[in-house]
T-cell receptor, first 113, second 111 residues
């Protein structure tokens, strides 16, 4: 079965500092990978998705970027964090395309101070 | 633009009760609908996936139905337990890489 690892679980960063969140997937190859952000009391917002190594699509213009250096590794980054970047970040994967279940990691709680 | 709504936003029931959570979507052109469970501070756990050609899916005490033409899905939980307390989210896939999520129903089952 598929397992998605995210780290760190929680992170407190000052405004203007860089960010790197990592996601790795086990139990599948060539998955579709996603970064979502969840705001309190609201639905999930898709930030980025990737269908393969080096292939990144951005859904919303913002202060963040994503990279996929390996088949099962997905990284969310920022050069300078803003207060508005605070939130719960979730990595997700479609193992066999979008008509298969979407699976999530345990998320990273980011607080920008 | 596809929108997903879940009502009620919160629900409190006594242990043992059967309950129904509702999900509605505005555009019937979907590929599938998925129900998730989210515990506080955790990621989403997939419960059931219903393809657009299916009417329902069952897993243990959970049964999810889909009526595409009316833009509705229900998640039925039988004989609720305190361990079922969590937020339940539904999400529709509109094709490709877009999955649209509802804001969730927060369920509390009292012992």
């Amino acid at each position: 079965s598929q397992t998605i690892h995210q780290w760190p679980a929680t992170l407190v960063q000052p405004v203007g500092s860089p960010l790197s969140l990592e996601c790795t997937v086990e139990g599948t190859s060539n998955p579709n990978l996603y970064w979502y952000r969840q705001a309190a009391g609201r639905g999930l917002q898709l930030l980025f998705y990737s269908v393969g190594i080096g292939q990144i699509s951005s859904e919303v213009p913002q202060n963040l970027s994503a990279s996929r250096p390996q088949d099962r590794q997905f990284i969310l980054s920022s050069k300078k964090l803003l207060l508005s970047d605070s939130g719960f970040y979730l990595c997700a994967s479609h193992r066999e395309g979008y008509n298969s279940p979407l699976h999530f990691g345990n998320g990273t709680r980011l607080t920008v101070t | 633009k596809q929108e997903v709504t879940q009502i009620p936003a919160a629900l409190s029931v006594p242990e043992g009760e059967n309950l129904v959570l509702n999900c509605s979507f505005t555009d019937s052109a979907i590929y599938n609908l998925q129900w998730f469970r989210q515990d506080p501070g955790k990621g989403l756990t997939s419960l059931l996936l219903i393809q657009s050609s299916q009417r329902e899916q069952t897993s243990g005490r959970l049964n999810a139905s889909l009526d595409k033409s009316s833009g509705r899905s229900t998640l039925y939980i039988a004989a609720s337990q305190p361990g079922d307390s969590a937020t339940y989210l539904c999400a529709v896939n509109t094709g490709g890489f877009k999955t649209i999520f509802g804001a969730g129903t927060r369920l509390f089952v009292k012992a």
